[in-house]
């Protein structure tokens, strides 16, 4: 039956009823064409001639009527005259010209990037990528070869390998920093479409459309990106410092029963000593002298105030070694950071020795929220 109608039949054509198949081969009993037959070639496709292996004629989008005279290549690998009306055998391959949009690529393995701030980086991408024929000879050649239905997910996969081994370079040869590859995907997409359809120029295949959907770097480098954004943001560094001190303030009083007083204590004498710092250099406004007579006398000498008396300076024996001297106001700080507790031994000028932080009366104040040393287990 499938002689007898073929016999009959003499219109090739190929309506295609599928989205993934580049290369369909006109099934025909013995590929036997009659002479006058008529061959349909819609938009978007080609028909190639192929005869004994061999091709012969290349058809673009129209209407032909198959004879000698516009046959001429096969005409001439058969020998044929003028007027010579008989079947003849051929292969009649249809190939879509049409972009196949839905190629989906991606990063199986890190890429490892130099970048000029952050040193050498891995790096992971995906995209979109569309393909064409553009040269179905060579597709047939290359890579259809006689598969009667040569389907895009058997050039798919290449296609994906070759997009990967080309992705470092064009990264690389971008000279694109790592903060700005965001801003610039459609230019490495336009780079790396050209130099694909360059190394696919063998094949018959371009790459008109590539896109790049995301690239993403590591958990630590983003974690590295977020802090540097973050010190950015704040500015300087000394003022940021002060306003989390004093932020600190209210949250530590607000919890006393977590050592929150002498934290806030220590917190807030750290503060005024960095504002002082900052203000060194100038001046404390000084109280206006009252205006004086117009023949000032002499005042006495028991108008005089004394000299204000010098505030201990204070050592801590921490770790088996001497730290200081410090004032009462950096010691609530050392309070603080648990330098300072009851068992440390301290000195200052006027002791015969060094004591117990709890045995001197003057730190009594200090010490008063710290509580004693644990007692012994068993």
């Not at 117009?294 to 000498?301: I, S």
């Amino acid at each position: 039956m499938d002689r007898i109608r073929g016999e009959f039949i003499d219109i090739i054509e190929w309506t295609d009823d599928g989205r993934d198949t580049i290369v369909w081969r006109f099934p025909r009993y013995g590929n036997e064409i009659k002479m006058g037959a008529r061959l349909v070639v819609r938009e978007s496709q080609v028909a190639v001639f192929v005869n004994e292996g061999r091709l012969a004629d290349v058809y673009q989008p129209g209407t032909y009527t198959l004879s000698t005279q516009n046959m001429p290549v096969l005409s001439t690998l058969k020998g044929w005259k003028h007027g010579f009306e008989s079947p003849f055998k051929a292969e009649v391959y249809f190939v879509t010209t049409r972009q196949f949009t839905d190629f989906k690529w991606g990063t199986q393995n890190p890429v490892i990037l130099r970048d000029a701030e952050f040193g050498m980086v891995r790096v992971r991408a995906f995209g979109t990528f569309a393909a064409k024929v553009v040269d179905a000879a060579a597709l047939l050649r290359e890579l259809a070869g006689t598969d009667p239905q040569f389907r895009t997910e058997e050039v798919g996969e290449h296609l994906r390998q070759l997009i990967v081994s080309k992705l470092g370079s064009a990264l690389g040869s971008a000279g694109v920093p790592l903060l700005d590859l965001a801003a610039r995907q459609d230019g490495i997409g336009r780079q790396l479409a050209d130099a694909l359809t360059q190394e696919l120029t063998s094949t018959g295949i371009a790459v008109p459309r590539f896109y790049i959907e995301n690239i993403s770097v590591p958990p630590e480098v983003e974690a590295a990106i977020d802090t540097r954004s973050r010190m950015g943001i704040t500015g300087n560094l000394d003022d940021y410092a002060k306003l989390q001190a004093a932020d600190a303030i209210p949250l530590a009083a607000a919890n006393p029963g977590t050592g929150g007083d002498a934290l806030g204590l220590g917190v807030g004498m750290a503060l005024g000593q960095r504002v002082v710092q900052s203000m060194s250099g100038t001046t404390t406004p000084s109280a206006p002298a009252a205006q004086a007579p117009a023949q000032p006398a002499p005042a006495p000498a028991a108008d005089v105030p004394p000299p204000l008396p010098t505030a201990p300076r204070w050592f801590l024996a921490v770790a088996g070694r001497q730290q200081g001297p410090y004032d009462e106001s950096a010691l609530a700080g050392q309070v603080a950071a648990g330098n300072l507790t009851r068992a440390t031994l301290v000195w200052r000028s006027g002791q015969a020795a060094w004591q117990p932080a709890d045995q001197v009366p003057e730190l009594a104040s200090l010490l008063a929220d710290v509580p004693p040393p644990l007692p012994p287990q068993g």
